[in-house]
């Protein structure tokens, strides 16, 4: 018992200090929350391709994907998140999500958005597993990304390469795009004032 006082007395601020720092965490705690509210980060954890447009550099990503054939089968996540089990999917979701949210806070964001490696497998599984009805009619299909590195295989945007997003995909290549919205943050009642 006389160690875990120890202990405790230790972690504590000085009597002194103890008013500021909890002024101090009850600022951060809530500086916090509210950054996860503006940023509609619960939005996040759902399959929604209006998610995507919550970063506005996607717009033209989601237009050329709204306008393709895979729109009626397919969502942003089951194209660009695993889907073999549950745990991964979620997993590469918040690694690729934190990647993806300091890139566009920090605005290095280039002017052509490129897939990245560990992005190109996902997609790479995700074709083979919603096409492997087809696949066996394509004789260059029998493995993984590794091999089409290797030049051993193909991928499947080497013959498919303006699916789903067409040809060109920078932020001018659909300047007149309508894409919908993410509502505000701002609460109705402070809206007036800054107005």
């Not at 720092?21 to 980060?41: H, M, T």
């Not at 397919?74 to 918040?94: E, G, L, M, S, W």
């Not at 597993?129 to 066996?136: A, G, K, S, V, Y």
Request: hydrophobic letters at 35%; one cysteine or more; a positive charge.
């Amino acid at each position: 018992m006389a160690g875990r006082l120890k202990i405790i007395r230790r972690v504590l601020p000085p009597a002194h200090w103890r008013l500021p720092v909890i002024i101090l965490a009850g600022f951060l705690v809530g500086i916090g929350i509210y950054a996860v509210y503006v940023s509609n980060a619960a939005s996040y954890l759902s399959d929604s391709p209006q998610t995507c447009v919550n970063c506005h550099v996607m717009a033209p990503h989601y237009t050329t994907w709204f306008h393709s054939s895979h729109r009626e089968h397919a969502t942003c996540n089951d194209c660009h998140v695993p889907q073999d089990n549950i745990f991964r999917h979620y997993y590469f979701k918040a690694q690729d999500g934190m990647r993806h949210a300091y890139i566009f806070t920090m605005r290095t964001e280039p002017f052509v958005i490129r897939i990245h490696e560990p992005g190109q497998r996902v997609v790479q599984e995700n074709c083979l597993r919603c096409h492997e009805h087809t696949n066996h009619r394509v004789s260059a299909f029998e493995g993984t990304l590794e091999k089409a590195r290797a030049g051993e295989q193909k991928l499947c945007w080497d013959c498919h390469r303006e699916v789903p997003h067409g040809a060109v995909t920078s932020s001018a290549s659909v300047p007149y795009t309508n894409v919908p919205l993410p509502e505000s943050p701002v609460p109705e009642w402070l809206r007036p004032m800054i107005e």
